[in-house]
C-alpha cells in the first residue's frame, strides 16, 4: 500500500473491518430513541432553559431537490419545480417552517443568543433568493441573532450561479459549503452528480469574490468506481481550490435503509483494504499541504474555526458532522431536523414532509421522537465527544465533571480495552489518559466508541451490531 501501515496493522485492520457500526452523530444513537409527543418536548425545553440558558444554535432542513443523487442519506423529495403542484407543496412548506421558527423560539425562551445559523438539506439553493430571504427574516424576527453569529449553507455547485452565491452574502451568510464529493467523470455519472471540474473551480472563485470567510468542501471516497487514483486526484484538485475545511466522508453504504442506494453497481464498490488506502493516502495528501486532521473525518486549515474549536475544546460531534459551537443548545426546525438540549436530550420531528406541514397548519407540532437523557447517558456522552473530537479520554477530566471514579464505573470497559490496547487501537498512559494510535486507531475509532456505547452489544466492537449501521470501514 502506497500510504503508511505496517503488514502487522493491516493484518489488524481486517479483523476489525467492514462491521456494522454506529458514526455517533450522536449519543444514543436515533436507533434507540422512543415517540414523544409535544408535551414531553414542551417539559425538555422548560429544563433547558434553567439557569443558566445556553446559547443558541440553529438547523433549518431544506428537504427539496431538482435531481436524485443516489449516494445520498438524507431526507430530501427529489421535485422538478415544473412538476404539476411543486409550487404549492414548497409554499407550504415554507409557511409550517415559518410557523415553526416562531413555536421553537417561544419555548426557547427570551435572552438567548442565537449564535449560529446552518442550512442544510435537500439543496438550500432549491429555493429561490426571495424564499430564503423570508426564512431568514422569520429568524431574525423570532430569536435574538448575534451580531458576529456564524450563518452558514450547504449548496450544490450545479445551482451555484454568481449571482446567487452574491445574494446569499447579502443574506447575512458567511460561510458557504461545497457539495464536491468526486471529480471523477465515471463515478459522477454512476451516482447522478455530474459535475465539472470548472464548475466547482468557478463556484469556489465566486464566493471567495463575494466575501466568504470559510469555504468548505464535502467529499466521498469508497463509492462505485473510485480507485485510490482517482481520489488521490480528488483530493489534490481539491487543495488546489484551497478550501478552509474539509470533510472527507466514508461512504455509508445502508441499502436496507436507503432505497435510492440498491441502485449502485455494488461489484464495483472497493473493498476495505482500497478504502484504508484511500483515508490514508487522502489524509496525509491534506496534512502535506498544511491541514490539520480533525476528529474522525474533517480536515482543516490551522486558523479555521473548525480547528481552534479542537485546541480550545468546544469542538463537538452532531448530525451535521464535526462542528464548532460546543455548550450550544441547537434547535433544529424542519422536516425530519434534530434538536440537541444540551444535557437534557434529543427531539426529532417526523420525516415525512406531508405530516410536518400538516401538523403545523393544524396548531401541532411536528415532533414525534426523541430521547431525555439518564445520567449515565450524559456521562458516556462525555466519553464519546473525547474519543471523536479529541481523540483521548482523560480519565481525571471525566471524574471531575461527573464525580465518579473512571476506574471503577468503567471496570468492563477497560477490560476490553486491554484487547484494543494490544493490537494497538489505543495506548494507556500512567495518567488512565486513553489515546488513540494513528493510524490504525482513527481508522478504527468507530470500534474504540463501541466499546463505550451501552446501547450495543458488549462484543459489538469486534463482532458488529444487528442494527443496519454503515460499514466501519
Known amino acids: 500500500m502506497s500510504a503508511s501501515i505496517s503488514d502487522a496493522d493491516l493484518a489488524i485492520f481486517r479483523r476489525y473491518a467492514g462491521l456494522s457500526l454506529p458514526r455517533h452523530v450522536s449519543y444514543p444513537m436515533p436507533t434507540w430513541w422512543q415517540d414523544v409527543d409535544e408535551t414531553e418536548?414542551?417539559?425538555?425545553?422548560?429544563?433547558?432553559?434553567?439557569?443558566?440558558?445556553?446559547?443558541?444554535?440553529?438547523?433549518?432542513?431544506?428537504?427539496?431537490?431538482?435531481?436524485?443523487?443516489?449516494?445520498?442519506?438524507?431526507?430530501?423529495?427529489?421535485?422538478?419545480?415544473?412538476?404539476?403542484?411543486?409550487?404549492?407543496?414548497?409554499e407550504a412548506y415554507l409557511a409550517a417552517m415559518e410557523r415553526e421558527i416562531a413555536c421553537r423560539a417561544d419555548l426557547a425562551g427570551d435572552g438567548r443568543a442565537l449564535r449560529q445559523v446552518h442550512w442544510g438539506g435537500g439543496s438550500p439553493l432549491y429555493l429561490t433568493s426571495e424564499q430564503m430571504s423570508r426564512i431568514q427574516n422569520a429568524i431574525s424576527k423570532a430569536f435574538s441573532l448575534a451580531p458576529d453569529a456564524e450563518i452558514a449553507v450547504e449548496i450544490d455547485p450545479r445551482q451555484a450561479t454568481r449571482e446567487r452565491i452574491e445574494g446569499l452574502?447579502?443574506?447575512?451568510?458567511?460561510?458557504?459549503?461545497?457539495?464536491?464529493?468526486?471529480?471523477?467523470?465515471?463515478?459522477?455519472?454512476?451516482?447522478?452528480?455530474?459535475?465539472?471540474?470548472?464548475?466547482?473551480?468557478?463556484?469556489?472563485?465566486?464566493?471567495?469574490?463575494?466575501?466568504?470567510?470559510?469555504?468548505?468542501f464535502d467529499l466521498i471516497y469508497g463509492l462505485p468506481y473510485q480507485t485510490v487514483e482517482t481520489v488521490r486526484d480528488a483530493v489534490e484538485r481539491s487543495i488546489g481550490l484551497s478550501p478552509d475545511?474539509?470533510?472527507?466522508?466514508?461512504?455509508?453504504?445502508?441499502?436496507?435503509?436507503?432505497?435510492?442506494?440498491?441502485?449502485?453497481?455494488?461489484?464495483?464498490?472497493?473493498?476495505?483494504?482500497?478504502?484504508?488506502?484511500?483515508?490514508?493516502?487522502?489524509?496525509?495528501?491534506?496534512e502535506e499541504a498544511g491541514y490539520e486532521f480533525v476528529g474522525l473525518d474533517h480536515l482543516a486549515?490551522?486558523?479555521?474555526?473548525?480547528?481552534?474549536?479542537?485546541?480550545?475544546?468546544?469542538?463537538?460531534?452532531?448530525?451535521?458532522?464535526?462542528?464548532?459551537?460546543?455548550?450550544?443548545?441547537?434547535?433544529?426546525?424542519?422536516?425530519?431536523?434534530?434538536?440537541?438540549?444540551?444535557?437534557?436530550g434529543f427531539l426529532q420531528n417526523t420525516r415525512d414532509i406531508?405530516?410536518?406541514?400538516?401538523?403545523?397548519?393544524?396548531?401541532?407540532?411536528?415532533?414525534?421522537?426523541?430521547?431525555?437523557?439518564?445520567?449515565?447517558?450524559?456521562?458516556?456522552?462525555?466519553?464519546?465527544?473525547?474519543?471523536?473530537?479529541?481523540?483521548?479520554?482523560?480519565?481525571?477530566?471525566?471524574?471531575?465533571?461527573?464525580?465518579?471514579?473512571?476506574?471503577?464505573y468503567f471496570a468492563r470497559e477497560l477490560k476490553i480495552l486491554e484487547e484494543l490496547e494490544k493490537d494497538g487501537l489505543i495506548v494507556r498512559g500512567a495518567d488512565e489518559t486513553i489515546r488513540v494510535t494513528y493510524p490504525l486507531g482513527r481508522v478504527l475509532l468507530r470500534n474504540i466508541a463501541a466499546v463505550f456505547d451501552a446501547y450495543l452489544a458488549p462484543d459489538a466492537y469486534r463482532a458488529g451490531e444487528r442494527e443496519c449501521f454503515s460499514a466501519n470501514a
Request: some cysteine; aromatic content about 8%; proline content about 3%.
Open 41 to 90: 418536548a414542551a417539559a425538555l425545553y422548560e429544563v433547558s432553559r434553567g439557569e443558566p440558558a445556553n446559547d443558541l444554535s440553529l438547523y433549518v432542513h431544506v428537504p427539496f431537490c431538482e435531481k436524485l443523487c443516489k449516494f445520498c442519506a438524507c431526507t430530501r423529495v427529489v421535485l422538478p419545480k415544473d412538476k404539476s403542484g411543486a409550487t404549492e407543496r414548497v
Open 169 to 216: 452574502r447579502r443574506l447575512g451568510f458567511n460561510r458557504i459549503s461545497l457539495g464536491v464529493q468526486d471529480f471523477n467523470e465515471q463515478v459522477q455519472e454512476h451516482v447522478h452528480r455530474v459535475q465539472p471540474f470548472e464548475l466547482v473551480r468557478d463556484t469556489v472563485e465566486a464566493c471567495r469574490a463575494a466575501g466568504f470567510a470559510s469555504v468548505n
Open 245 to 286: 475545511r474539509v470533510a472527507y466522508y466514508h461512504y455509508a453504504q445502508i441499502p436496507e435503509k436507503i432505497a435510492t442506494q440498491r441502485g449502485m453497481d455494488y461489484t464495483k464498490l472497493p473493498d476495505s483494504d482500497t478504502k484504508l488506502e484511500m483515508f490514508l493516502s487522502g489524509v496525509s495528501q491534506f
Open 301 to 344: 486549515k490551522p486558523d479555521e474555526s473548525l480547528a481552534r474549536a479542537r485546541a480550545e475544546g468546544t469542538l463537538q460531534r452532531n448530525f451535521q458532522g464535526m462542528t464548532t459551537g460546543g455548550g450550544l443548545d441547537l434547535i433544529a426546525v424542519g422536516a425530519s431536523s434534530i434538536s440537541h438540549l444540551a444535557g437534557v
Open 354 to 408: 406531508a405530516a410536518y406541514v400538516e401538523s403545523l397548519e393544524n396548531g401541532k407540532g411536528p415532533i414525534h421522537r426523541g430521547k431525555r437523557f439518564t445520567r449515565d447517558d450524559l456521562i458516556r456522552q462525555a466519553v464519546l465527544a473525547d474519543l471523536y473530537c479529541l481523540t483521548e479520554v482523560r480519565a481525571d477530566r471525566i471524574e471531575r465533571q461527573f464525580g465518579i471514579v473512571f476506574g471503577e
